[in-house]
């Protein structure tokens, strides 16, 4: 006998984490999980460098459902600061060209008019740079639906993975995400609501191999005592955060102004 075929280390460490966490946490529950799925996805992160710990047990379905999503949120991370090596500026143009691929009309969604890049700088306060016209003014816009709707449904699996993450436990059926998200200049101008402070004052550790990843992924976290509601704020480089609130029965989500109110995935059998 020569050599005898093993399973291979990553294979294997696969088939352990889903004997651990033998159920979906994306969809109430009810289903085996099949696969890792990486939260937030690998490719946000320069080079792939994900964060240790950050793989959670998704059925088939659930793994997929936010690919072209993730693509969306990975191109918008990368906006603010701006690319300065050459590799990242490689990824940033991928990343451009997927979404352009795969979500067809969103790059022409996120164009400014000339009214909104005057709309904006009034609102924010903004002196326009000298000689600068106002069609070179480095505004996008992100209220369109199809950036809103990438937006939330990445969120809606972030905050999942999220809570299962610090209650052990995966939202139920009823369960429900209330999202809402803030672009750099809504952050820098204070519009974050200043009550979660308090709240959401955990911490956790992100890195890979000892190399820090929060400039490029952050987040504070609060979980109630019963484990039944929390509230997460995350951050993704410079470009914008998302703020999310779980709660283990939707009906008791309080809904604030412009806050969308998910729930976990039912995929039709
Ligand atoms: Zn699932």
Same mark, same amino acid.
């Given at each position: ?6 399973m291979?280390? #990553?294979?294997?460490?696969?088939? $352990? %984490?889903l +004997? ?12 085996? &999980?099949?696969? =890792?799925d ?9 080079? /792939?460098q ?5 793989? %959670?047990?998704?059925c !088939?379905?659930? *793994? ?6 993730? $693509? ?41 008019? =000339? ?7 009034? !609102?924010?306060?903004?002196? =326009? ?5 106002? &069609?070179?003014?480095? @505004?996008?816009?992100? !209220? ?5 709707s990438a ?5 809606r699996?972030? %905050? ?12 139920? /059926?009823?369960?429900?995400?209330a ?6 200049? +809504? ?18 550790n ?9 400039e $490029?992924?952050?987040? #504070?976290?609060?979980? =109630?005592? *019963?484990?039944?509601a929390?509230? @997460?704020?995350?951050? @993704?480089?410079?470009s %914008? ?12 989500i ?9 729930q ?6």
């Amino acid at each position: 006998m020569e050599y005898i075929r093993t399973m291979g280390a #990553r294979k294997q460490h696969r088939k $352990q %984490f889903l +004997q651990r966490h033998p159920l979906c946490c994306f969809c109430g529950g009810e289903t085996p &999980s099949m696969e =890792t799925d990486h939260i937030p996805a690998r490719v946000l992160f320069d080079q /792939r460098q994900w964060p240790e710990g950050y793989e %959670f047990p998704a059925c !088939k379905p659930c *793994n997929r459902i936010s690919r072209h999503d993730e $693509q969306v949120v990975a191109m918008l991370s990368r906006l603010y600061p701006e690319a300065d090596n050459a590799d990242k500026k490689k990824e940033f143009s991928e990343r451009v060209r997927a979404v352009a691929h795969n979500n067809p009309g969103l790059l022409e969604e996120m164009r400014v008019s =000339t009214d909104q890049a005057q709309d904006t700088l009034k !609102k924010y306060n903004i002196q =326009t740079p000298e000689g600068l016209a106002l &069609s070179d003014l480095p @505004f996008l816009s992100v !209220k369109g639906p199809l950036v809103s709707s990438a937006v939330a449904n990445f969120g809606r699996k972030l %905050f999942m993975a999220l809570y299962y993450k610090h209650t052990n436990k995966i939202l139920p /059926r009823e369960g429900g995400i209330a999202i809402r998200w803030y672009s750099n200049l +809504q952050v820098e101008n204070g519009e974050i609501p200043g009550e979660l402070a308090p709240l959401a004052s955990g911490f956790p550790n992100l890195e890979r191999s000892n190399m820090d990843l929060s400039e $490029q992924f952050f987040y #504070r976290f609060g979980v =109630t005592d *019963n484990l039944k509601a929390a509230v @997460f704020l995350a951050f @993704f480089r410079q470009s %914008f955060s998302i703020l999310g609130y779980v709660n283990a029965k939707a009906v008791d989500i309080q809904l604030t102004e412009n806050a969308t109110i998910l729930q976990p995935y039912q995929h039709k059998t």
